[in-house]
């Protein structure tokens, strides 16, 4: 009897002595996973990615978001990336340790601004390089060569539906480039843009409600004006006045509207 109660005693023993072995190794285990995860952790955080991201370079400013030939793009090319990739931009792009620069295949002289220069405009609604800066490098230095006004003129019923794309889009950095490339066409084409002017001044007074796009709208509403001549800011002035007036408009019959309403008119 004795020797039956010890052996049951010895049982029960090492299946209490085996529960916390269980119980031990499974901590152990947790323990372990948890020091893995905090190492990954911690290396994640202190790769150099995450590092860039926390204390960016001065040559980040060189590099800003690229287009990855390689990668899996989610959308379609736009038609100015399909032309650009298949070499319909005579030109190829110089990245300097300053600035970068555009290097032409033939002289300017020589080129035809049909279509070229409506492609580059609308190159000006891209959002990453290199197309924003062959787009925008490209229309300005077309506009530089000379006999470019007899050859951008014809081409403006084509070119203001494009630019005003730019100048309404909602990317920030797309309007300027749209508003700078208005600009830079004003002082080559002048008073010829006056007749096209309806068409683009009521997205600028659009814009002008926004107070980091004041200064710059207004300077490039005095070159158009020194360009153009009084029609300019004859033409401004006026879609200005029903911008505002269609605004207040709006406006009041809205007051009205609520006012009228049961639901919100005052008890």
Not at 117 to 122: G, P, Q, V
Request: proline residues 7%; hydrophobic residues 35%; contains cysteine.
């Amino acid at each position: 009897m004795q020797k039956s109660e010890c052996s049951g005693g010895t049982h029960l023993k090492n299946r209490v002595t085996g529960n916390d072995d269980q119980r031990t190794s499974s901590g152990t285990q947790i323990k372990y996973r948890n020091a893995v995860q905090r190492s990954k952790s911690s290396l994640s955080t202190s790769s150099p990615e995450s590092a860039r991201k926390l204390h960016p370079r001065p040559s980040d400013k060189l590099n800003p978001k690229t287009i990855n030939p390689f990668g899996e793009q989610s959308r379609p090319p736009s038609a100015f990336a399909a032309i650009y990739s298949k070499g319909g931009i005579p030109c190829r792009l110089v990245h300097g340790s300053v600035k970068h620069r555009l290097q032409w295949e033939c002289p300017l002289e020589s080129l035809s601004f049909d279509p070229l220069l409506i492609t580059l405009a609308e190159g000006l609604r891209e959002t990453k390089h290199p197309y924003t800066f062959v787009s925008k490098e490209g229309f300005r230095e077309l506009l530089l060569v000379k006999g470019a006004p007899e050859k951008a003129v014809p081409l403006l019923p084509r070119l203001i539906p494009v630019l005003k794309a730019a100048l309404v889009h909602s990317d920030d950095e797309v309007f300027e480039r749209g508003l700078n490339a208005l600009v830079q066409l004003s002082v080559v084409v002048g008073p010829s843009l006056n007749d096209h002017l309806k068409h683009l001044l009521t997205s600028l007074s659009k814009r002008l409600m926004d107070k980091k796009f004041k200064e710059p709208i207004t300077s490039a509403l005095q070159k158009l004006e020194q360009r153009g001549g009084s029609v300019s800011r004859t033409l401004f002035l006026k879609s200005l006045f029903f911008f505002f007036f269609s605004t207040f408009r709006h406006i009041s019959k809205l007051t009205i509207y609520l006012t009228c309403t049961p639901h919100f008119s005052h008890k």
